[in-house]
């Protein structure tokens, strides 16, 4: 039921499957990653929230962009 409604919504926003399964299986790997750097007492090699907050507003401006470039060439 899950997995129909977010293929459905990924569906709506014009992500194909194939990207989906990319971005599942990137979760799925920074999960197991992040676990094995708390069991080895490691520091998890990620940036602050400020960085990460930027990356999201990097990939949305990109995405923006594309969008726009649609618009005006169709």
Known sequence: MIQQRLFALCHAYGISEIYMKEIVLSLLAGWVI?????WLKLPLPVPPLPGLVGLAGMLLGGLFLQ???QLFTH
């Open 34 to 38: 992040g676990i094995f750097f708390s």
């Open 67 to 69: 969008e726009l470039r």
